[in-house]
């Protein structure tokens, strides 16, 4: 396990994060990088998204991981502690043989890390996933890592209908509830056509 200061964050572990979303927001209508060729979301409250995420779909991100030669992954906090005043880390390399410690919530080592938004990526900017505080997570990845994903996650194309009547019920019952940017989201996942049609589906368009 190895820490990583803000400094070092900049230097190393960012411009691999860049490689997979040009946005920290997991609400964001394009988050992913345009390099990213496949992109999905995916919903579930057994993955316990806010804010780890745990098996099955962890042990799918290794696998998948391990297929395109990841031997780890960066494990970086959306929502900055400052580190100089709380003495905590905002960021780490996780290698897989350590992987225990991110299943098991480790707060000694990962501090605050799971109360916020934060993201999983590649050392070699071939994949990420970022989760929110509504249960969701954003994952993107190559061909062959998604490939992975959904040999071992058969729903996963699926997830997005859940998410998607989710926000149907907080726009029904909260009228504060922004939905705009879900369009935007879909669009830059499937395209324009597939995500009105899927909008129009949850009563969202």
């Known amino acids: 396990m190895r820490p ?3 400094k070092a ?3 190393e572990a960012e411009p691999l994060l860049r490689q997979v979303f040009i946005s920290d927001n997991p609400f964001s209508r394009h988050p992913f990088a345009k390099t990213i060729p496949q992109r999905r979301v995916v919903f579930g409250l057994e993955y316990d998204l806010k804010y780890i995420v745990k098996p099955p779909l962890i042990d799918a991100l290794v696998s998948a991981a391990l297929s395109v030669n990841d031997r ?3 494990f ?3 929502w900055r502690m400052n580190e100089e005043a709380k003495g905590e880390f905002n960021h780490w390399y996780i290698p897989f043989s350590e992987i225990s410690a991110y299943k098991r919530n480790d707060y000694k080592i990962f501090g605050s890390a799971f109360n916020a938004e934060n993201v999983l990526y590649s050392p070699s900017g071939k994949w990420g996933l970022m989760t929110s505080h509504e249960y ?3 994952l993107g990845g190559t061909h062959q890592f998604m490939d992975e994903i959904r040999r071992l996650i058969p729903n996963l194309d ?3 209908y859940s998410f998607l009547k989710l926000w149907q019920q907080h726009k029904a019952n909260n009228i504060g509830a ?3 940017w879900l369009s935007g989201l879909l ?3 499937y395209d324009e056509e597939i995500a009105s049609k899927m909008l129009k589906k949850v009563d969202l368009l």
């Open 187 to 189: 669009t830059q996942i």
């Open 136 to 138: 969701h997570g954003l």
């Open 178 to 180: 922004k939905t705009d």
């Open 76 to 78: 970086t906090m959306l």
């Open 9 to 11: 964050f900049k230097a």
């Open 158 to 160: 699926e997830q997005v």
């Open 4 to 6: 990583l200061t803000e």
């Open 72 to 74: 780890g992954c960066y």
